[in-house]
């Protein structure tokens, strides 16, 4: 038999706020890598900008692949 899901105002306080914190999280991880992209230049980015973009609205998935895989890493600079 299958569960009814809960409406909003049927969660405990404790949900509501940490689905808010959880919500918050997530696009303020979209918020940066969308942001990266935008400013880091092409050349620096394995793969297309758009593909990134698109890969970015999957959760916290696309974000944190982004971070990880997405971006070239810069050479050190000379002296440090």
Same mark, same amino acid.
């Given at each position: 038999?299958?569960? !009814? !899901?809960? /409406?909003? &105002?049927?969660? %405990? %306080?404790?949900?509501?706020?940490? =689905? @808010?914190?959880?919500?918050?999280?997530?696009?303020?991880?979209? =918020?940066?890598?969308?942001?990266? +992209?935008?400013?880091?230049?092409?050349?620096? +980015?394995? #793969? /297309? &900008? =758009?593909?990134?973009?698109?890969? =970015?609205? +999957?959760?916290? @998935? #696309?974000?944190?692949?982004?971070?990880?895989?997405?971006?070239?890493?810069? %050479? !050190?600079?000379? #002296? !440090?």
């Amino acid at each position: 038999m299958a569960r !009814k !899901k809960k /409406s909003w &105002k049927e969660l %405990p %306080p404790a949900a509501r706020f940490g =689905t @808010i914190v959880v919500g918050a999280a997530q696009l303020a991880f979209l =918020t940066a890598a969308q942001r990266d +992209i935008s400013r880091r230049p092409a050349e620096q +980015i394995r #793969g /297309s &900008k =758009t593909l990134w973009r698109f890969a =970015t609205l +999957i959760n916290f @998935i #696309g974000p944190g692949s982004y971070f990880a895989f997405g971006r070239r890493r810069l %050479p !050190k600079p000379a #002296g !440090k």
